[in-house]
């Protein structure tokens, strides 16, 4: 067994990337990477669920004993993935998913080359803004932001290797392991099987 | 709807390549590409389903005509890809998968350049022998001739993109299914995409 790869997944606010992540670790296997921050729970969050909750002194700390793969300061809140968790999985062969912001996921490729870089997207901006109003609880301001920070995050689309459009979720949560799938497969991945094969095949013409 | 892609399988003689087409064929949703041929129907063979039998009259007409993408001898026999069906599939956006040789594949490649190759291996070459003679078909000599070309055949296997190995068929079906979803996920697929969406998220943040 190889070890394992980083798959991070970004993606439009309002894309649906919580849920596709959510389907993907209930329908194949792959471990999920929780980050750390200081911002306050909200209601029904819990410690070691969807955050590991930290004061500011305890993350200042993470980040000084080397024990985050990166981390990002978000208006006044800090976030970021713990190192041991990650480094501990892929050595032990596990597909490992981060969910982070473009900036994290940059700074993740620059340290784990061979991390495959997913965005999520909706099919058009009118899709976007009708998923935000769907939910009802954000004010046409709040929508507004979200889509002005789309914008944003389309400039870093490029960056990414693979883009994702979540239509049917179904079809998007098999897309986005379609991708791990054949990554495995690459010629570049299979340098072990190519030698060890070639190998083989010499040793069975010469040898009889 | 874009452009079909081209799905190019080679792989060594006995890694079950056939087999893993006819699963892909009914499973999901691709046409396939009958090659023409010089060589006598075998036993059980229906002219346009394994092969289009022509005579060698036929098959340099055409040649002549223009009407294959790419043709080969291999001992006395040509082989060769009709030129219609290919063309017209992928105008209409379809899929098509042709099972050729190696030196067909990279005339493929040279020709249309986002085709896909993927090369079908057995996971060592113990396997490989043990379902050659599993066949009970075959003499040691023909075996060991057959083990002899994927010799010859593995030189190649750096050529293709992908490799997958063909140890459980179902796995090894979804994986080349796998690798033409995520192919249409790669960011330089989506070049229409990206263009589309950052205009609509401009006139969205511009116009109001």
Redesign the interface.
Known sequence: MGKGRLIVISGFSGAGKGTVVKKLIEKYDYSLSISATTRAPREGEVDGREYYFKTVEEFKSLIDYNGLIEWAQYVENYYGTPRKFVEQEIAEGRNVILEIEVQGAMNIKAQYPDAIL?FI?TK???TL?ARLKARGTESDEVI?KR??R??EE??S??S??????NDVLEECV??V???V???E???EN?TR??I???K???D??GG?
Do not use: G, N
Request: aromatic share 10%; hydrophobic share 45%; glycine share 0%.
């Open positions: 997913i997207a058009d901006i009118e803004e507004r889509i002005t789309a914008a389309a400039d689309m490029d990414y290797e693979y883009i994702v459009i098999d897309a392991h379609s991708i799938v054949s990554e497969c690459k010629k299979k099987f190519l060890d094969i070639k083989e095949l010499e069975y013409i009889r």
